[in-house]
């Protein structure tokens, strides 16, 4: 039997009278990758504070390889080679990303003073970014760089810290698919060397691709591990929300009207090549390809932020000209984007005012804002929504991922528009979560609402979409309808470039 670097007996950590940790036992073995997974509120970063050394247990033991071992600060934790990246990255903001990511580890000087010595940090840094593929100016200050990028200093922070152990709490809930390679090869790296990870992520696929074992933790408690092998994702679903899957995707069956869009022979540098297509009203599209197919590209060019080269788009059987994203809206074409921290939401601007941030007019006449108008109906928004949050008057940065995603979507449903752009709407929000948006998306097919859905989750396409489209090299390669759509044709496709109709 392999001796776990890590072993957990009975942690119990009593949070408030709402919430406990309670009987914990888990092992981490070296070299392996073990995924945590459970709905928002469960306990995975408490769990993983308490072995960081940054939450003192109430009662149990940690062994490390084998010994008891107290931890009680995360400088002691970092003595004993374990360290944590943390969801919100805390990083000096006006530091630079070097200075961060050896704010630890800094080479001194050989001098008897012992004095940082800047220049070989700074080369340190650039050294290890682009061996890390991290395209990123070690100079620049926090403060100047989005979220990504930060979660990827924090794991930078760590893998030089020569830690034995890290706990990643989700890393990637900001990542779009190319920081996710850039986080796969360093994974893939440290495993080698012998490190131990926890994973706590959202994404199911992205915890096959990296992991070997997953835990699942529901309401403070762990309620099994398996090796990822051996675990189907629907048993997953049911274990962390300990319900049957049977409404994962509450897909309505609605009687599609009118065209509302068609694109004709649309044509964008190499990214898109001769697009053609039209969505109805009532209807939920799905558009999917591998990264880089265009199929965010298509988003772009219908909300007027990308331009065209060649091609037709008609809106309610007019010729459109979207030049701008007011053009767009003006269109009435709503558009939320896969970055939502970056594109989607005014961070620093209250839930309430993002909510009506994209349809002001309707509650201004003309110089004024009717200020009491705007709360009543973002208060109906959350209360309808579900979002968990302390007032309306809380700022949108402290949301979890899935509750921004949902507050975005509340602002464009205040919104007149008619065609709903959705890009990976639900990348990195628990399960409960992603089925609150698809009823959101319900409501608005169900008001006469019509919604293209770009996402690489097949599963989720194939549950929500009337048809779906597959992308390759900026072309559509296959358009297939809900009732013959299967995860493996529309793999085929998008990895195969091969026409359906070839
Ligand atoms: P997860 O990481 O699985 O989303 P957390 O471990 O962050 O869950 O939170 C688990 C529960 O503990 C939540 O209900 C949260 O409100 C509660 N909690 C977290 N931190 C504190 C705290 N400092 N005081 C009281 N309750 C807390
Ligand atoms: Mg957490």
């Known amino acids: 039997m392999i001796e776990p670097v890590l072993r957990l007996e009975n942690i119990n950590k009593k949070m408030s009278d709402f919430f406990a940790i309670s009987n914990i036992n888990l092992e981490l073995l070296p070299g392996e990758v073990h995924a945590i997974v459970g709905e928002n509120g469960s306990g995975k970063s408490t769990l993983m504070r308490i072995i960081a050394g940054t939450l003192p247990k109430d009662s149990g033991s940690i062994y490390l390889n084998g010994n008891p071992v107290d931890i009680n600060s995360s400088n002691e934790a970092k003595k004993l080679g374990i360290t944590m990246t943390h969801q919100e990255p805390s990083l000096f903001e006006h530091f630079s990303v070097a200075e961060n990511v050896y704010f630890d580890n800094a080479p001194f000087s050989r001098h008897f003073l012992k004095t940082v010595n800047w220049s070989k940090m700074n080369a340190d840094c650039r050294k290890l970014l682009s061996k890390l593929n991290i395209h990123l100016d070690s100079q620049k200050l926090v403060k100047d760089i989005g979220n990504a990028q930060r979660q990827?200093?924090?794991?930078?922070?760590?893998?030089?810290?020569?830690?034995?152990?890290?706990?990643?709490?989700?890393?990637?809930?900001?990542?779009?698919?190319?920081?996710?390679?850039?986080?796969?090869?360093?994974?893939?790296?440290?495993?080698?060397?012998?490190?131990?990870?926890?994973?706590?992520?959202?994404?199911?696929d992205e915890i096959r691709q990296l992991c070997d074992r997953v835990t699942v933790m529901r309401d403070g408690e762990i309620i099994g591990t398996e090796s990822i092998c051996n675990m189907e994702t629907s048993k997953l679903i049911t274990m962390m929300t300990g319900l049957d899957i049977k409404n994962r995707y509450p897909k309505l069956s609605l009687k599609t009207g009118k065209e509302v869009l068609k694109v004709f022979n649309i044509s964008a540098g190499n990214t898109l090549k001769d697009i053609s297509f039209s969505l109805r009203r009532r209807e939920i599209i799905g558009i999917t390809g591998l990264a880089g197919s265009g199929k965010s590209k298509i988003a772009k060019v219908l909300f007027g932020v990308d331009r065209v080269d060649s091609g037709e788009i008609i809106v309610d059987n007019r010729l459109a000209?979207?030049?701008?994203?007011?053009?767009?809206?003006?269109?009435?074409?709503?558009?939320?984007?896969?970055?939502?921290?970056?594109?989607?939401?005014?961070?620093?601007?209250?839930?309430?005012?993002?909510?009506?941030?994209?349809?002001?007019?309707?509650?201004?006449?003309?110089?004024?804002?009717?200020?009491?108008?705007?709360?009543?109906?973002?208060?109906?928004?959350?209360?309808?929504?579900?979002?968990?949050?302390?007032?309306?008057?809380?700022?949108?940065?402290?949301?979890?991922?899935?509750?921004?995603?949902?507050?975005?979507?509340?602002?464009?449903?205040?919104?007149?528009?008619?065609?709903?752009?959705?890009?990976?709407?639900?990348?990195?929000?628990?399960?409960?979560?992603?089925?609150?948006?698809?009823?959101?998306?319900?409501?608005?097919?169900?008001k006469g609402a019509s919604i293209i859905m770009i996402s690489s989750d097949i599963d989720e396409l194939i549950g929500m979409c009337d048809r779906v489209m597959v992308l390759y090299g900026g072309k559509i390669v296959a358009s297939i309808p809900q009732s013959e759509a299967t995860q493996e044709k529309i793999m085929y496709y998008a990895t195969s470039g091969k026409h359906a109709d070839e």
């Open 321 to 446: 000209s979207l030049r701008s994203p007011l053009d767009a809206i003006k269109e009435g074409i709503g558009y939320v984007p896969e970055d939502r921290q970056i594109e989607g939401l005014f961070m620093y601007l209250k839930i309430f005012e993002n909510i009506s941030a994209s349809s002001i007019s309707q509650f201004s006449n003309k110089y004024v804002i009717d200020s009491h108008k705007e709360k009543d109906i973002a208060t109906s928004f959350v209360d309808k929504l579900g979002i968990m949050i302390g007032t309306i008057y809380d700022k949108a940065e402290n949301l979890s991922g899935g509750n921004q995603q949902k507050v975005i979507l509340a602002k464009w449903m205040t919104s007149k528009s008619k065609i709903f752009i959705l890009d990976e709407p639900t990348r990195g929000i628990d399960i409960a979560a992603k089925v609150d948006v698809y009823n959101m998306m319900n409501d608005l097919v169900r």
């Open 152 to 204: 990827l200093i924090e794991i930078a922070k760590a893998y030089v810290s020569n830690a034995k152990i890290i706990l990643m709490d989700e890393p990637t809930s900001s990542f779009t698919e190319s920081e996710f390679i850039i986080l796969q090869d360093i994974i893939h790296e440290l495993k080698k060397s012998g490190v131990s990870i926890f994973y706590i992520s959202h994404r199911l």
